[in-house]
């Protein structure tokens, strides 16, 4: 938590490949457990988000990102999570760290996925579904 505040910061990256599938992870542990989401997570002592955002993708999906804009934020109980359009340059998608699974989910697949609250709304008014 950050000094004088009840609020955990935290980052997600959302990434889309070339066809315009987005990459989303299953949750390994609370809050969320087996619900689908952006990969990311908690923002450590001296690291900004950009390299949260890097750092976190790395650990939970394998790839390596660059960080974009910020898109939006969403407060999910005590977490603040900023979200950042990132673009994949390298690595192979793998589940790790916190995630289960990790994959590519078209519009179709999104749809039959269980998402962590909010989620689904969150990418509808940033713009950021997939086909």
Same mark, same amino acid.
């Given at each position: 938590?950050?000094?004088?505040?009840?609020?955990?910061?935290?980052?997600? *990256?959302?990434?889309?490949?070339?066809?315009?599938?987005?990459?989303?992870?299953?949750?390994?542990?609370?809050?969320?457990?087996?619900?689908?989401?952006?990969?990311?997570?908690?923002?450590?002592? *001296?690291?900004?988000?950009?390299?949260?955002?890097?750092?976190?993708?790395?650990?939970?999906?394998?790839?390596?990102?660059?960080?974009?804009?910020?898109?939006?934020?969403?407060?999910?109980?005590?977490?603040?999570?900023?979200?950042?359009?990132?673009?994949?340059?390298?690595?192979?998608?793998?589940?790790?760290?916190?995630?289960?699974?990790?994959?590519?989910?078209?519009?179709?697949?999104?749809?039959?996925?269980?998402?962590?609250?909010?989620?689904?709304?969150?990418?509808?008014?940033?713009?950021?579904?997939?086909?």
């Amino acid at each position: 938590m950050t000094e004088g505040s009840r609020h955990v910061p935290c980052v997600g *990256g959302i990434v889309q490949d070339s066809a315009g599938r987005l990459l989303l992870v299953q949750r390994a542990n609370e809050p969320g457990r087996g619900r689908w989401s952006v990969p990311g997570g908690r923002v450590e002592a *001296g690291e900004t988000d950009q390299q949260a955002v890097v750092r976190e993708l790395a650990e939970e999906t394998g790839l390596i990102v660059v960080p974009g804009p910020l898109v939006g934020r969403v407060v999910r109980g005590p977490y603040v999570i900023a979200d950042y359009r990132c673009e994949a340059v390298g690595g192979e998608l793998r589940a790790g760290d916190d995630a289960s699974d990790a994959r590519w989910v078209d519009a179709a697949a999104l749809a039959r996925l269980p998402l962590v609250e909010g989620l689904l709304d969150a990418l509808s008014e940033w713009d950021a579904l997939p086909r």
